[in-house]
T-cell receptor, first 113, second 111 residues
Framework: DGGITQSPKYLFRKEGQNVTLSCEQNLNHDAMYWYRQDPGQGLRLIYYSQIVNDFQKGDIAEGYSVSREKKESFPLTVTSAQKNPTAFYLC????????????FGQGTRLTVV | RKEVEQDPGPFNVPEGATVAFNCTYSNSASQSFFWYRQDCRKEPKLLMSVYSSGNEDGRFTAQLNRASQYISLLIRDSKLSDSATYLCVVVASGSARQLTFGSGTQLTVLP
């Protein structure tokens, strides 16, 4: 079955640690996105990539980094520079045509302990 | 001004009621529009696309008004299972970011 997979589902980070969230899709989508969602809030764009080896900052990129070495994969690293990383992280992918919808992974819930 | 704006609600309605949500967008170059549903602590899932002529899927009707730059979602005969947050999504061609989400409207259907 085609889809988009995020892992892990739950992640605990100690203060000062970097952690990497995985996002893989087998939908052959060019565009991939990372969003952060805080309780009761909407989705805020962290980074997006429209093609392999290229990515752009979103609205809240500080403290995060990404890579896009393969079309299928768009991992997100939450660095120690991100002062308030506890949130729900969502990865999405989308085809090239303007009328296509975005598909989401199940999300990763990150908690700083 | 936000690119996409929604009334955050919450909307609390009795079972069987009809409820409508609006979403306004600022980019006149926007070309595609969607409504997503998000359940608590889950990922958003596509509810329906919004076409220029309007479209209906069972109890759900979506409309697009390009002149006034808004989209709407109408839910008839509300069910308890309709309780969720509804997100509008706008796609603008020529925009490198392409995909813009509203902040969501929370709906609770009461027994």
């Amino acid at each position: 079955d085609g889809g988009i997979t995020q892992s892990p589902k739950y992640l605990f980070r100690k203060e000062g640690q970097n952690v990497t969230l995985s996002c893989e899709q087998n939908l052959n989508h060019d565009a991939m996105y990372w969003y952060r969602q805080d309780p009761g809030q909407g989705l805020r764009l962290i980074y997006y990539s429209q093609i392999v080896n290229d990515f752009q900052k979103g609205d809240i990129a500080e403290g995060y980094s990404v890579s896009r070495e393969k079309k299928e994969s768009f991992p997100l690293t939450v660095t120690s520079a991100q002062k308030n990383p506890t949130a729900f992280y969502l990865c999405a992918s989308r085809g090239r045509q303007v009328n296509t919808e975005a598909f989401f992974g199940q999300g990763t819930r990150l908690t700083v302990v | 001004r936000k690119e996409v704006e929604q009334d955050p609600g919450p909307f609390n309605v009795p079972e069987g009621a009809t409820v409508a949500f609006n979403c306004t967008y600022s980019n006149s170059a926007s070309q595609s529009f969607f409504w997503y549903r998000q359940d608590c602590r889950k990922e958003p899932k596509l509810l329906m696309s919004v076409y220029s002529s309007g479209n209906e899927d069972g109890r759900f009707t979506a409309q697009l008004n390009r002149a006034s730059q808004y989209i709407s979602l109408l839910i008839r005969d509300s069910k308890l299972s309709d309780s969720a947050t509804y997100l509008c999504v706008v796609v603008a061609s020529g925009s490198a970011r392409q995909l813009t989400f509203g902040s969501g409207t929370q709906l609770t259907v009461l027994p």
